[in-house]
């Protein structure tokens, strides 16, 4: 059993920032990949950033040079940190984590960002 919890969420300025957290308990492999993906209304859930636990990171084309993703092996947390924010990044955040072969996915985190 894997659980994600997930904070940091919340209403933003455009151009603010604001840093998400999520940590992992339960069963999870030495080595595993995790990331951040969202949905916004009517939309589809897409890939924010992941990031592996040797520190290989990804980020979707909108959000680079914005937000950073980094983790905390020892923790077994991840972080977004989220600048410049745009409107358009207004969505619910999920934590994911990929272990074992299997997906995992936290409750979700409102990020509004107000223009």
């Known amino acids: 059993q894997v659980q994600l919890v997930e904070s940091g969420g919340g209403l933003v300025q455009a151009g603010g920032s604001l840093r998400l957290a999520c940590a992992a308990s339960?069963?999870?492999?030495?080595?595993?990949?995790m990331g951040w993906y969202r949905q916004a209304p009517g939309n589809q859930r897409e890939l924010v950033a992941s990031?592996?636990?040797?520190?290989?990171?990804n980020y979707a084309d909108s959000v680079k040079g914005r937000f950073t993703i980094s983790r905390d092996n020892t923790k077994n947390t991840v972080y977004l940190q989220m600048d410049s924010l745009k409107p358009e990044d207004t969505a619910a955040y999920y934590c994911n984590l990929l272990t074992g072969g299997f997906r995992y996915w936290g409750q979700g985190t409102q990020v509004t960002v107000s223009s």
């Open positions: 339960g069963s999870i492999f030495r080595v595993n990949t």
């Open positions: 990031i592996t636990t040797s520190g290989s990171t």
